[in-house]
Structure formats: C-alpha cells, structure tokens
T-cell receptor
Framework: DAGVIQSPRHEVTEMGQEVTLRCKPI?????LFWYRQTMMRGLELLIY????????DSGMPEDRFSAKMPNASFSTLKIQPSEPRDSAVYFC?????????????FGNGTRLTVT | AQKVTQAQTEISVVEKEDVTLDCVYE???????LFWYKQPPSGELVFLIR??????QNEISGRYSWNFQKSTSSFNFTITASQVVDSAVYFC?????????????FGKGTKLSVKP
C-alpha cells in the first residue's frame, strides 16, 4: 500500500516567493494533518482536516499560511509570501478515523529552505 | 508547562547495550492515548506503538518493550541489545480525548546513537 505522499521533498526559494506543499493521504483515511518540525520548537500541529473540512487551524502561525483540502485525496499548504523563519520540515500525516486512538501515518516530509 | 517531556536530549550507547528512553506526560483527561514514533536519519516518522490510558500492561515486541505507569505518568521505551540501525530520534506523543480528535502532542525527542 502506498503511504502518505508529499511533494516536493526539498524546496529552496527566495524570501517573498509563494510556496506550495502538496500531500496525498493514504486512501480511505478521512483525517489529514499538517505538522511543522524545527529544531527550536520540535513538531507542531499547524492544521488538521476531517472529511476534507478544516477542524482546527489554531496552529497556523500567520495569515501568510493557508491550507486546503479540495477532495479526500489531496491537500495543499501554501505560504505566501515566504520568509526565512518559515524554513523547516513540513510533514503531512493521515489517519483512518481521526479519533484519538487512531495512529497518524506520516509522509516523508518536505524540507523547505527560504533564503 | 510541557505536556510531554522527554528529558534525555541525546543518548549514546555501544551496540548490544540496553537503553531506556524516558517519557513523562501531563494530562487532566481520563481517556488518552500515548504513542512512540521513530525518526531515522532519512527523516520519515515511523509509528511504533499506541497505548490507551486504561491498559497498563507492558508490551514487548521483539527487542522493544514499553512500560506504562499511570502512577508516575510515564511511558518509557526500552531497546534491548541495541543495534546500529536503532540510531534515530524517538518521539513520545500524547493524544487527549477532550482536546481534539487525533491531534498528537509531541515531546522534543531523544536522539539515540548506537555505536558499533
């Protein structure tokens, strides 16, 4: 079975540019999560969706960040305009039910570098 | 205050040694779940185990074992006879019933280096 697929694996961009990260969850999973990992703050939840509907976006740092899930098999995380402090590894994860006991399955992450 | 504390930032052992990774959590929820994830140098996050708050039985899977103690709010992870391939960052995580569905709160991780 294919796992969570993220693209691109690496993204290098200049400050001020728009960045779009993509995620395809595991087929049949109805919850999707975006996490950010930095050395200083560790793994932080940005937003999560249940049945394509955003449930909690309180972790989104600023209005520059936005996420969409137009259908059950695709989600994007957009940063516009990007800043050097956005440099991090961004993980997408999905779970079968979104319930508290449902393990998250993570993609390989997108390493974003903003210069 | 941190909800999930992994006090050991880095641990270095020699192959075949046993090693225990500590995890202490904080929650007011009576129903919650604890998880361990492994992040090898390649960067992906791999699910290892889930434990619910009502099940305090220890679990063993091959060289891995987990000790859950509600009295001390701890969920420690032991690797027996460590191998070089165990080198990774290990994360403990908490999911609370009352907080939100499926949202994992991660500790800062423990970096384990196993030397040959």
């Amino acid at each position: 079975d294919a796992g969570v697929i993220q693209s691109p694996r690496h993204e290098v961009t200049e400050m001020g540019q728009e960045v779009t990260l993509r995620c395809k969850p595991i087929s049949g999973h109805n919850s999707l999560f975006w996490y950010r990992q930095t050395m200083m703050r560790g793994l932080e939840l940005l937003i999560y969706f249940n049945n394509n509907v955003p449930i909690d976006d309180s972790g989104m740092p600023e209005d520059r960040f936005s996420a969409k899930m137009p259908n059950a098999s695709f989600s994007t995380l957009k940063i516009q305009p990007s800043e050097p402090r956005d440099s991090a590894v961004y993980f997408c994860a999905s779970s079968l039910t979104g319930a508290t006991n449902s393990p998250l399955h993570f993609g390989n992450g997108t390493r974003l570098t903003v210069t | 205050a941190q909800k999930v504390t992994q006090a050991q930032t880095e641990i270095s052992v020699v192959e075949k040694e046993d090693v225990t990774l500590d995890c202490v959590y904080e929650t007011r929820d009576t129903t919650y779940y604890l998880f361990w994830y492994k992040q090898p140098p390649s960067g992906e996050l791999v699910f290892l185990i889930r434990r619910n708050s009502f099940d305090e039985q220890n679990e063993i899977s091959g060289r891995y074992s987990w000790n859950f103690q509600k009295s001390t709010s701890s969920f420690n992870f032991t690797i027996t006879a460590s191998q070089v391939v165990d080198s990774a960052v290990y994360f403990c995580a908490l999911s609370e019933q009352v907080r939100s569905q499926g949202n994992l709160i991660f500790g800062k991780g423990t970096k384990l280096s196993v030397k040959p």
